[in-house]
T-cell receptor
Framework: GDSVTQMEGPVTLSEEAFLTINCTYT??????LFWYVQYPGEGLQLLLK?????DKGSNKGFEATYRKETTSFHLEKGSVQVSDSAVYFC????????????FGAGTRLFVKA | GAGVSQTPSNKVTEKGKYVELRCDPI?????LYWYRQSLGQGPEFLIY????????DSGLPNDRFFAVRPEGSVSTLKIQRTERGDSAVYLC??????????????FGEGSRLTVL
């Protein structure tokens, strides 16, 4: 079945450091890919998405590119802030997976001032 | 409010009891999802409604779990004969997507269930 694998956390960075959180997927069909974020005390919310190969999703300085050849959707940000501290979830939704969204286990990010 | 509303936010019950968790989706959203999230894990899919019908219930772990959405809006997740392993945060999400796979899910803040 469809699945998502993302790097284990926690990831601890200093403010203004470069961030990469790796995500790879397995899916039949042509999935859409997502990054969701959960800030402390809040519900999950969509950060960015890409719906076809080579698409780049971007939001709040974060970017991720849909790479079909490597089945990856790595999240990057050039300069993190303390306010980026949260748990990040990679996810996919496939038209052959019944349209349900499948989530990875999450990666917790701590950013130190 | 405009967001997805879940009640109760916290529920503590004893093993063997019956529990109902309620989700009020964003008005006009036709799709509604239930997920379960254990500590340190990502959300695990349980069931998906399109309107009043369960379009995919493949994630329900066993027949103790059941969900309804009788009027295509509010949904209730029902757990019979609760077990300690049912302890988790139960998340509800809604979406405007009607059968497509590109839509954003809007999540509630969850109902934390603790089975003693």
């Amino acid at each position: 079945g469809d699945s998502v694998t993302q790097m284990e956390g926690p990831v601890t960075l200093s403010e203004e450091a470069f961030l990469t959180i790796n995500c790879t997927y397995t899916a039949t069909g042509y999935p859409s890919l997502f990054w969701y974020v959960q800030y402390p005390g809040e519900g999950l919310q969509l950060l960015l998405k890409a719906t076809k190969a080579d698409d780049k999703g971007s939001n709040k300085g974060f970017e991720a590119t849909y790479r079909k050849e490597t089945t990856s959707f790595h999240l990057e940000k050039g300069s993190v802030q303390v306010s980026d501290s949260a748990v990040y979830f990679c996810a996919l939704s496939s038209n052959t997976g019944g349209f349900k969204t499948i989530f990875g286990a999450g990666t917790r990010l701590f950013v130190k001032a | 409010g405009a967001g997805v509303s879940q009640t109760p936010s916290n529920k503590v019950t004893e093993k063997g009891k019956y529990v109902e968790l309620r989700c009020d989706p964003i008005s006009g959203h036709t799709a509604l999802y239930w997920y379960r999230q254990s500590l340190g894990q990502g959300p695990e899919f349980l069931i998906y409604f399109q309107g009043t019908g369960a379009a995919d219930d493949s994630g329900l772990p066993n027949d103790r779990f059941f969900a309804v959405r009788p009027e295509g809006s509010v949904s209730t997740l029902k757990i019979q004969r609760t077990e300690r392993g049912d302890s988790a945060v139960y998340l509800c999400a809604s979406s405007t997507t009607s059968g497509g796979n590109t839509g954003e899910l809007f999540f509630g803040e969850g109902s934390r269930l603790t089975v003693l």
